[in-house]
């Protein structure tokens, strides 16, 4: 065994968790299985280090595989810690934080690892909405340790590391030279695979500070921390972030402390946590452009929505509802993406959009900055689909369509004077945030700069929010 290896897999627990916190359990554990030789190799802990303890006080559990002991593989002893873990984990409600080093199942041990590791999908599936799970990808996850991290909520991933259910030379057509499918790049963007990609120690920092934000378990309040910024503090830049929201939520949040979740996937779509009054939201916002640290600005969309974005929002509402996380969204989107890439899933990924707002049972507010147009806004968390309250920023645009199109479909035949005249007319009855207000749709009409004053009392009222569904065993979308 190599120390430096052995060092690795423990430093990296020990880099994650408060000094001295760490207890190791089932550290004498070997692998059963003799055959093939194993008899003669040593296995101490059967390439798994488990065990507990504590980021900022909040109880964790982590497991990290020992690449040192033959490759880190997964055989029977080693899965058999890892459920041990999971168990652990739900009876005390903590969450559970996986570091994946493996070159994946043990050959020596065949098919008694095969049906050891389909143990791990099942504690995997049992834990799911019960407590967080995360995963860090430092060196090999392929196979079927790939779906494992799939299972977990938050996925991170080192910029060397290598994450594959097929090897890109494995692919017919395709070669590691051609598309490294396994990079990290590909999967955080192409795939959404991956929430953020850094060095070791960039990634301990970013997973202490979610599990800092995070409740441990779906019956916990979650956590509250001091709040040292102004409650009424204005945010008077904020209207020209309105492009951009992944710059907007952080000059909303206490400190400016935004976690994003997924960054460099379906970008037309921002998700993530913020605090206010000290409190954790889930936010979900439409965005169109980046904006770089120069002022430069890079267009990511058009202002429609995307089914991948659809997807990333979907996945992102389901969690904050699974741990009864409250959720802010930022709507600004003037229809559905016309692409055929696109069009090969749109419809599906609207619809589990369209489900996961409707199902949500947790308090949730819609902010309206931009455009709001037609069925795109209508799933993102309209007053229809079940927001508790909806604000809208003075001149935003809500409606069926832009007027002036309204108009010149309505009068098709009509001179450019009545065309002119009609577009003013279809603003003001239509489209206005005044005109959707008399009629419900907006329960107030506010300034942008007090944004953050209106949220923190608007989720402050809604705090004790408990709602009904009909009873059923489970939805189908």
Known sequence: MGNSEKTKAISRIESLLDAGSFIEIGKEITARATDFNLKEVETPGDG???????IDQNLVYVYSQDA?????SIGEMHARKITAIYDMAMKMGAPVIAFLDSAGLRLQEAADALEAFGSIFKKQTMACGVVPQISAVFGSCGGGLAVSSALADF??????GKLFINSPNAIAGNAKSICDTSSAEFQARESGAVDYIGSEAEIIGRIRQLVSILPGNNKDSGPCSENVDDLNRLTPA?????EDTAVLLTQLSDGGQFIETKRDFAKDMVTGFIKL?????GAVA??????????EAEPVSDGSLS?????????????????????????????FAATKDNERNLSREAARLVYAFADAEVAKVNVIIGKAYGTAYQIMNSKSLGADIVYAWPDVQIGMMEAGMAAKIIYAEADVQTIKEKTAEYQELQTSPLAAARRGFVDSIIAPEETRKYLIGAFEMLYTKREGRPAKKHGAV
């Open 307 to 335: 089914a991948s974005a659809a997807g990333k929002a979907a996945d992102f509402i389901r969690f904050c509802d699974a741990f009864s996380i409250p959720l802010l969204t930022l709507t600004n989107i003037n229809g």
């Open 238 to 242: 904020i209207s020209g972030a309105y």
């Open 277 to 281: 009054n000290g409190y954790t939201v």
């Open 48 to 54: 798994v280090i488990t065990g507990y303890g504590v």
């Open 155 to 160: 996925t991170f991933m080192e910029s060397q």
């Open 68 to 72: 040192a002991v033959l490759g880190g």
């Open 286 to 295: 439409n965005r169109s452009k980046i904006y770089a640290a120069q002022g």
